[in-house]
């Protein structure tokens, strides 16, 4: 029919073909450059990857020394808590090198071992009184320079005596020195010395703040956007607070650190360099990304289905939260999540609220003092020391592990909600 | 049937009272016998604007218990406007302003103190697009009689839902995955489905919203003896697009054209002896 309007010679299918050419050049493109784009940040990605893993991984292995350990009750005195661990250790030293007798080789000799190995010696007493007075082979952590040296023995080398060298290898030969699973770093806190620092601490932190942020930003973020979506109507004061929002999702973090510091610790006195404190801190800054993606979320719900619930007498309430809850709420998780994954690697407001602080102890309740995984990494980044390089490396490992694991556990949950009908 | 009436159609008598177009400005009153002696639902001097966009002018009109009435006029003429008024679905949207009365056995629906979620029970509607919950066969058509405590035991529920989907005419379909979501039915199927979900609560009004549009002949018979039906007992107001339909379901018919109610009466009057020319121009297949 068509065809009776136009010249006989130039049939529709006939001009559609002349473009297809062009058209089908113009997705290639696209296609190419798509890939380009996705090969290009796999790359870098990988890149990063491979760095920190290939850093981080020496440090999940730590150099231990096997010792005969005489439990000398003398030593360990009545209260196993006060023992000479220490001189525990050096004795067991010199049982294995006899020969070494003046004052500088024994104290060239005695920094072979980590000072963690007396915390180590005293956490086998105490954690088995029935130790004292027997006699047995434990394996104790080296020092750092040691380890260095197991690593990376051409320039690990240079950091030893002779002497120290000669008895390393000494080990080596009876078998007593070895790379073995680092235990410490996975159930110490921080440490001055780099061969007992652990994560534990961190990420006890980290946890903990993350719970206090989860707690209060994610009902509160909920019920706000709710709130404002469902039942608040559109009004100039509605717009007043939809501004702010999205004011206070824009504000840098460090902000709501100096607020954190003004109200939570000089107006309420609560504790400084505590989870609690911190979470509260985070909240404040997660909250705003919640509200906004809950509200998204909720817009991408149907009208269709409000008025199918509405419509049959469902009440306000029930609409929602029988009918428009449900729907929304895998949208709601994944601004949620977002929010969460960027506070776990939130550090500028923490440092505002003291939790960079050197802590030893791993924290126990929300109100000890504390600190988390990225504040952790930048206080190892920022020491001298050379396995601190390692432990930095290892301690983002253990970040992003964090974060694939949570991130992994909100997968599940959106699609334990989201049901396709 | 239908084309009976158009060809038997007696022309000379409705020019004889048919108000000319252009002569009034202000649109002449509503042909026809828009008001009634007794009636259930009855609205007075109806504006609906969207925004400043005037929907509805002026509306007055009965609607009689025990009686189906057909809503028929072009796309756009505001006859689902019309429709959501009467159980004040309109409210939903933030833009739309509703002016007038519409009473409800003598009760003003639009007052504030009247509760709207009892209204909506007392009035139920069935929507233009099928929009069935994203909820299995069984909890779509359990829900309203459940969040109106209407049926509290398991097999009472389970009864409404079998007595409902009979009614549809969807029970022999989906007997066997009444589990199954209720949006995985087929376009035909959800309708009913929603027809299912209204008639469950029982409601004294039911408001259908061109329930048959996606409906294949068999199914539209079917909803169409429903409707029979359910006439004994409940007014029903229906919009239709099909004026085989409305002649065969309904006692009245209101032709609403451009936001005004054009004309109003038995449907066989309007069928055979249209007063206003728009009326005649449009069942005849003229515009529209
Ligand atoms: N939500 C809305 N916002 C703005 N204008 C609207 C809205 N809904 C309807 N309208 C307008 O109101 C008028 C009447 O619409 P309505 O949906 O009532 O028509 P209808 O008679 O049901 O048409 P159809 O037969 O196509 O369903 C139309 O001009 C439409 O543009
Ligand atoms: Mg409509």
């Not at chain 1, 702010?244 to 824009?250: E, H, Q, T």
């Not at chain 2, 008639?199 to 919203?209: C, F, K, Q």
């Not at chain 2, 061109?210 to 294949?216: F, I, K, M, T, Y």
Request: proline share 6%; charged share 20%.
């Amino acid at each position: 029919m068509n065809q009776n309007s136009r010249p006989q010679t130039v049939s529709t299918a006939a001009i559609v073909a002349a473009g297809l050419r062009k058209r089908y050049r113009a997705e290639k493109r696209f296609r190419r450059l798509g890939i380009g784009a996705v090969i290009l940040s796999l790359g870098f990605l990988l890149l990063l990857f491979g760095n920190i893993l290939s850093q981080g991984l020496p440090a999940f292995r730590q150099t231990e020394i096997a010792l005969e350990i005489e439990f000398t009750p003398r030593l360990i005195t009545a209260d196993p808590a006060r023992g000479n661990y220490r001189a525990l250790a050096r004795q067991a030293l010199q049982r294995a090198f006899p020969k070494v007798r003046k004052r500088r080789a024994k104290k060239e000799l005695y920094r072979l071992l980590s000072n963690g190995a007396a915390f180590e010696l005293r956490r086998m007493v105490l954690a088995d009184p029935a130790l004292v007075g027997t006699d047995r082979r434990c394996w104790l952590p080296a020092d750092d320079l040691v380890d260095n040296f197991l690593k990376n023995p051409e320039s690990g080398k240079k950091r030893l005596s002779p002497r120290q060298l000669a008895w390393l290898s000494q080990l080596h030969n009876q078998g007593r020195l070895a790379l073995r699973f680092n235990r410490f770093f996975f159930t110490r806190g921080d440490s001055r010395d780099p061969e007992m620092a652990g994560i534990l601490g961190a990420l006890c932190g980290s946890i903990f703040t993350l719970l206090v942020t989860l707690a209060l930003s994610f009902p509160l973020g909920i019920a706000s956007a709710l709130y404002l979506e469902e039942f608040a109507g559109r009004n100039a004061f509605a717009d007043f607070l939809e501004v702010n929002i999205n004011n206070l999702a824009a504000v840098p973090s460090i902000i709501f650190g100096l607020l954190g510091l003004a109200v939570f610790i000089n107006l309420f006195g609560l504790p400084r360099s505590a989870p609690l404190v911190g979470g509260l801190a985070l909240s404040l800054m997660t909250m705003p990304t919640i509200i906004i993606a809950g509200r998204a979320a909720l817009k991408a719900v149907p009208p269709s289905i409000r008025e199918a619930a509405l419509g049959i007498g469902a009440s306000k309430v029930q609409t929602v939260f029988h009918h428009v809850l449900p729907l929304a709420l895998p949208g709601m998780l994944t601004g949620t999540i977002i929010g969460m994954a960027r506070a776990l690697g939130e550090t500028a407001p923490l440092l505002m609220i003291g939790m960079v602080a050197f802590i030893v102890d791993i924290p126990r309740s929300l109100s000890a003092p504390a600190t988390v995984l990225p504040v952790q990494i930048y206080l190892w980044a920022d020491s001298p020391e050379r396995a601190f390089v390692a432990k930095t490396s290892a301690a983002i490992i253990v970040l992003l592990a964090f974060l694939i694991l949570m991130n992994a556990g909100a997968v599940v949950l959106r699609k334990k909600f989201e049901r396709k009908w | 049937m239908f084309l009976s009436f158009i060809s038997r159609q007696p022309v000379k008598n409705t020019t004889a009272k048919k108000p000319s177009p252009g002569t009034d400005p202000a649109r002449p009153a509503t042909a026809g016998e828009p008001l009634l002696e007794k009636s259930r639902l009855s609205c007075r001097h109806l504006d609906v604007f969207y925004g400043a966009k005037q929907a509805l002018h002026d509306i007055s009109i009965d609607f009689s218990g025990n009686q189906v009435t057909s809503l028929i006029g072009p796309s756009g003429c505001g006859k689902s406007t019309f429709l959501r008024c009467l159980n004040r679905m309109n409210e939903t949207i933030d833009i739309c302003r509703v002016s007038g009365e519409i009473k409800l056995d003598g009760e003003d629906i639009n007052r504030p103190e009247v509760d709207v979620v009892l209204l909506r029970a007392r009035v139920g509607m069935v929507f233009q697009k099928p929009n069935p919950f994203p909820k299995s066969i069984r909890e779509n058509v359990a829900y309203g009689p459940r969040i109106h405590g209407l049926a509290r035991h398991r097999d009472e529920i389970d009864m409404i839902v079998e007595t409902s989907l009979t009614r549809a005419g969807l029970w022999d379909e989906v007997k066997d995955r009444l589990d199954e979501p209720g949006t995985g039915l087929s376009g035909g199927q959800q309708q009913r489905l929603c027809i299912a979900r209204t008639i469950a609560v029982s409601p004294e009004v039911i408001l259908m919203d061109e329930p048959c549009s996606a409906l294949d002949p068999i199914a539209t018979a079917r909803i169409e003896d429903l409707i029979g039906e359910l006439k004994e007992n409940f007014t029903i107001i229906i919009v239709t697009h099909s004026m085989q339909q409305a002649s065969r379901v309904s006692q009245r018919t209101a032709f609403f054209h451009l936001g005004h109610l054009v004309e109003v009466g038995s449907t066989e009057a309007v069928f055979t002896t249209p007063r206003h020319h728009l009326t005649e121009e449009y069942i005849t297949g003229r515009f529209g």
